[in-house]
């Protein structure tokens, strides 16, 4: 089976940095995804990590360490659209598998 | 980029009949669409794979007799809640990916409530 695991809330500060951890476990690992949901909307792609290390995109970045089953999604300059739930997913299997942990809501806090 | 069109967006039926959600995939074909299930602060829950011209793979503890899948076309899907009940009430959302690149476009989903 597979176990996805991260923070179920964090807060934090308009303008600041928050790291969200995810670590997983499972066997057949392709990728992993982090994607950003609005309440009440569809999840919107954020990125994609296959190989170790951190990717870059903007104000958000992604690391991943597939040795320790953990990855993390970095937000700077936090504004306060940022805030949402971000889920983690983990891509798996022959059938481009997705399975999603259970996503950290973030406040963001003026 | 990839586009995926889900509709309706929002439905309300009535305890025992069934609705029909679509999930197209506008300019791209999709091989393989996915459906979730995400009930109130929760997150998704895989509820069933389909691959064009095959049968559904569904997941552990869904009734593949209650949620019905079609996958006529590279590029629509179609899930049917037969016999709804008030627990089926949920946000549902229907995802499609290419062989190509794997990528992984997600529809803007369908907020179901059964009364």
């Known amino acids: 089976g597979q176990n996805i695991d991260q923070p179920t809330e964090m807060t934090a500060t308009e303008g600041a940095i928050v790291q969200i951890n995810c670590t997983y476990q499972?066997?057949?690992?392709?990728?992993l995804f982090w994607y950003q949901q609005h309440a009440g909307e569809a999840p919107t792609f954020l990125s994609y990590n296959v190989l170790d290390g951190l990717e870059e995109k903007g104000r958000f970045s992604s690391f991943l360490s597939r040795s320790k089953g953990y990855s993390y999604l970095l937000l700077k300059e936090l504004q306060m659209k940022d805030s949402a739930s971000y889920l983690c997913a983990v891509f798996s299997g022959g059938y481009q598998k997705v399975t999603f942990g259970t996503g950290t809501k973030l406040q963001v806090i003026p | 980029g990839a586009v995926v069109s889900q509709h309706p967006s929002w439905v309300i039926c009535k305890s025992g009949t069934s609705v029909k959600i679509e999930c197209r995939s506008l300019d791209f074909q999709a091989t393989t669409m996915f459906w979730y299930r995400q009930f109130p602060k929760q997150s998704l829950m895989l509820m069933a794979t389909s691959n064009e011209g095959s049968k559904a793979t569904y997941e552990q503890g869904v009734e593949k007799d209650k949620f019905l899948i079609n996958h006529a076309s590279l590029t629509l899907s179609t899930l049917t809640v037969t016999s709804a009940h008030p627990e089926d009430s949920s946000f549902y959302i229907c995802?499609?990916?290419?062989?190509?690149?794997?990528?992984?476009?997600f529809g803007s989903g369908t907020r179901l409530t059964v009364v």
């Open positions: 995802s499609a990916s290419t062989s190509r690149n794997y990528g992984y476009t």
């Open positions: 499972t066997s057949g690992f392709n990728g």
